[in-house]
């Protein structure tokens, strides 16, 4: 088993595209990462560069103790799941999972017994002698899995494997991926474009944008206090509100409302004031402490929550999710409080989370 890391890499493509842009990260043995950001930002890149299939322009890759960045990508004992799975038509299942070992020379009795074996584990026993396209999309899923599984590799790096499965099947494959992964111990890079993907899958996770890591932090950082207004617009599954406001006296005037300053923030100016609907609790009646007022403008079913749309004062609109069944009617005047410590303030200029702990 290894590790992962990654110094000052720099992917540039010949036509002058710099796809990976000075990255640095460290992933630890064993451990599940998941690498998130829009699409162009360079994640297939990044997996193809730790995987040798395109070359680095500079820094260095390090496969548990080894610079491997000059190593050709057979040697680094990666395997790599692509997103559109790479099995070959013409191949039996088995004979698609023992391709990497064929490749190494591994003897036929041994490498159809493992093909067998991790099929069998990856719940496609009976299938083994099926053709690709005699499966259903979750099973083929589950073939480019099991044939990176059984190559022996000791880092696994998956690029969307989940992208091409209905809703549905989505949700089942990836039960399915963190139970594995756990069961094998592998250090796993997953790449996905799906917030919640990442959320639910990794230990940790890398936003990513334009080449760079914006925030890496576990899924409960980086959801409860994103770094920026872009991780913070791209995590969650309800848009956390980003308001304009301005502070001045330790208080923060915004969408009508003066709400105090966190604890320990040096603020002043214009600032965007950043709360998730979650984090925001609905009163029917003024309530004690300082609160957004304004009108229900709009009521939608999320489930077991509903998101209730709020029109402020001066045309600020923010939303507030509340339980099923103690949603407000349309037009009632509600008043909505932070729950304490959700409040975060970024800087008008640079999008930055401004934090306590900075100084
Ligand atoms: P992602 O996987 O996050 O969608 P990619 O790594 O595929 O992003 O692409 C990052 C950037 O590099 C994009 O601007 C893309 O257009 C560019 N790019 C990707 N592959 C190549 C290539 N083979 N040649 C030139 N540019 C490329
Ligand atoms: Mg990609």
Do not use: W
Not at 46 to 73: C, M, N, Y
Not at 82 to 96: G, K
Not at 229 to 245: E, H, K
């Amino acid at each position: 088993m290894a590790g992962v890391e990654v110094r000052d890499l720099s992917t540039v493509y010949p036509n002058g595209v710099r796809a990976v842009d000075g990255l640095s990260l460290r992933i630890a043995d064993g451990e599940f990462f998941a690498l998130l950001g829009p699409s162009g930002c360079g994640k297939t890149t990044l997996l193809r560069t730790i995987a040798g299939l395109e070359p680095a322009t500079s820094g260095q890759v390090l496969i548990g103790d080894t610079d491997v960045t000059r190593t050709e990508p057979g040697k680094r004992r990666v395997a790599m799941v692509f997103q559109d799975y790479a099995l070959f038509p013409h191949m039996t299942v088995t004979d698609n999972v023992a391709y990497p070992l064929r490749v190494r020379g591994v003897p036929r009795a041994e490498r159809v017994a493992t093909a067998e074996r991790t099929t069998a584990n990856l719940s496609l026993a009976g299938l083994s002698q099926r053709r690709p396209a005699q499966l259903s999309g979750g099973q083929q899923q589950r073939v480019a899995l099991a044939r990176a599984v059984a190559s022996g590799g000791e880092l696994l790096l998956l690029d969307e494997p989940l992208s091409n499965l209905d809703a549905r099947l989505r949700l089942e494959a990836r039960t399915f991926l963190k139970r594995l992964q756990r069961e094998l111990g592998l250090t796993t890079i997953f790449v996905t474009h799906d917030q919640a993907e990442a959320l639910a899958l990794a230990d940790r996770i890398a936003v990513m944008d334009a080449g760079r890591i914006r925030q890496l932090g576990t899924p409960s950082q980086v959801f409860r206090r994103p770094a920026s207004t872009f991780v913070a617009n791209f995590i969650g599954s309800t848009p956390m509100n980003l308001l304009d406001g301005t502070v001045a006296d330790g208080s923060v005037q915004v969408a009508g409302a003066r709400l105090p300053v966190p604890a320990g923030l040096a603020a002043n100016g214009d600032v965007v004031v950043g709360v998730r609907p979650e984090y925001l609790t609905l009163h029917p009646s003024p309530p004690a402490e300082p609160a957004f007022e304004g009108t229900v403008a709009v009521v939608e079913t999320l489930g077991v929550s509903s998101l209730v749309t709020i029109e402020c004062a001066g045309g600020a609109t923010i939303g507030a999710t509340v339980a099923e069944g103690s949603e407000p009617g349309v037009s009632d005047k509600v008043y909505a409080t932070p729950q304490p410590g959700r409040l975060l303030l970024y800087s008008r200029d640079t999008g930055e989370l401004l934090d306590p702990s900075d100084g």
